[in-house]
């Protein structure tokens, strides 16, 4: 039976670091450091719970049941389960995420030297989903050449960015908004920010990525899969959460050099050219480059094992097919497509959270008797989410604003607990008359 060696455990786990960290993951830690300033220890505890635990819960949960979403969707039915797995690869992947990939790698990373013109945008992204389709060609040696080869560049690039900060802060640190004004307010505020990151998506559809990477590196024992899976999550939790509050603390104490800045970017520009010079924007743009790589790689990759399972069709043209199709929608139709699927995300984030929760939380006797109803609670609310961030507001009950956290976005977690609450009841209760017949009848 083999297993993997320590070192490709590690490369295992930096390719699943490398998976989430994406432009995004990079360019929106040091607003928070700068809105929290001297209150930095609330707002990254609070955002590290959820930015970071969210998305480690859920590359938990999809090892438990071997990295297949299907599996931990099927106590809801094969229909409603594979309508939700389309749902969710479809916005993560070639419907928006993936796209966004290359756009935001070439606006931060190329466009600053060679400028923003639809001909430069182009070509660029032709090149950049060659790069893609090629890596993700060859799915079984993605723990090499991005777990040991890519992701070792990228954090060296990040620990001379993040180290930098630390060791050589500007300024110290700045006057805390009034979101921020207290630990408590900051934690509070952290922690919506981390959910807002909505990384836990993405641990729905990595799974079978790092699953299967498992399998190409000969490991065939189910057992060692869970295990090696959740090695991986938590060493890519750590990665992540150094980069977070390198991050955070980097926009904290850059106050006076960064006082006009309304984006993280601005923020990290700055820095960069006041620590490197010149040569700082080289730095930043190799990090935002390869972190919107490696995770386009990733989600091409699992896109196409799910929908090639799903067809039929060869996964090495679904590969080549979402890549053109996902080049071509960053070139054209990406500001129509984000109207649509952000609403959408903003819908299934909570299904995806009470997925993850569902399966982590008991071995329930009658998984369906639980699993329906609260996930159905969680879509219903998920869907009132989905029409404020389309701006349907008409569509949302009043009623709706007077749930606990629904001013941050989060009215729907008292609901889906409450229903959470009954339904485990009612199942433990079936439980124990089940259990008691059987003992009568024995």
């Not at 001297?38 to 998305?55: H, K, Q, R």
């Not at 869970?226 to 106050?255: D, F, P």
């Not at 790589?293 to 060869?314: H, K, M, N, P, Q």
Request: glycine share 10%; charged share 5%; with cysteine.
């Amino acid at each position: 039976m083999k297993k993997l060696k320590t070192w490709d455990i590690f490369a295992l786990g930096f390719m699943t670091f490398a998976l989430f960290l994406g432009a995004g993951n990079i360019i929106f830690p040091p607003m928070v450091g700068l809105a929290a300033g001297e209150n930095l220890l609330g707002a990254s505890t609070g955002f590290l719970l959820t930015g970071v635990g969210l998305p480690l819960l859920g590359v938990i949960a999809l090892a438990r049941v071997g990295g297949g979403l299907d599996t931990l969707t099927s106590p809801i039915g094969r229909i409603a389960g594979l309508v939700l797995a389309v749902a969710i690869y479809l916005t993560i992947g070639p419907l928006f995420a993936t796209p966004r990939t290359a756009t935001v790698s070439f606006e931060m990373g190329l466009a600053p030297f060679v400028g923003n013109t639809p001909a430069m945008l182009l070509a660029f992204t032709i090149a950049y989903f060659v790069a893609v389709a090629l890596l993700s060609l060859f799915p079984g040696k993605l723990m090499d050449n991005v777990g040991k080869i890519i992701t070792p560049v990228l954090i060296l690039a990040l620990a001379v960015l993040g180290g930098s900060a630390v060791l050589a802060p500007v300024d110290g640190y700045s006057v805390s908004t009034e979101a921020y004004a207290s630990q408590a307010a900051a934690f509070s505020e952290g922690f919506l920010q981390g959910y807002q990151t909505m990384d836990a998506l993405a641990s729905l559809i990595f799974g079978i990525v790092i699953v299967n990477a498992i399998k190409a590196a000969g490991v065939s024992d189910s057992r060692l899969h869970t295990r090696y899976c959740i090695y991986a999550g938590i060493i890519a939790a750590t990665c992540l959460g150094l980069v977070y509050v390198s991050l955070m603390y980097l926009g904290a104490t850059n106050s006076q050099l960064a006082a006009n800045a309304s984006t993280g970017v601005q923020i990290l520009t700055a820095f960069v050219q006041q620590t490197f010079g010149p040569a700082g924007l080289w730095l930043l743009a190799t990090v935002i480059m390869l972190a919107c790589l490696t995770t386009g790689v990733g989600l091409i990759t699992a896109c196409s094992s799910f929908f090639s399972e799903l067809t039929g069709i060869s996964y090495r043209t679904m590969v080549i097919g979402l890549s053109i199709f996902s080049t071509a929608v960053a070139n054209q139709g990406l500001a129509q497509l984000i109207a649509v699927a952000v609403p959408v995300l903003v819908g299934l984030y909570p299904v995806a959270i009470a997925l993850i929760a569902l399966s982590l939380l008991h071995r329930w006797n009658q998984p369906a008797l639980v699993y329906i109803p609260v996930m159905s609670t969680s879509l219903v609310f998920g869907l009132f989410d989905a029409a404020r961030a389309a701006k349907l507001d008409f569509l949302v009950p009043a009623w709706l604003d007077m749930l606990p956290g629904a001013a941050l976005g989060m009215g729907w977690v008292t609901p889906v607990v409450c229903v959470l609450v009954l339904a485990g009841l009612l199942d433990f209760a079936l439980g124990n008359k089940r259990a008691a017949a059987n003992a009568t009848r024995a």
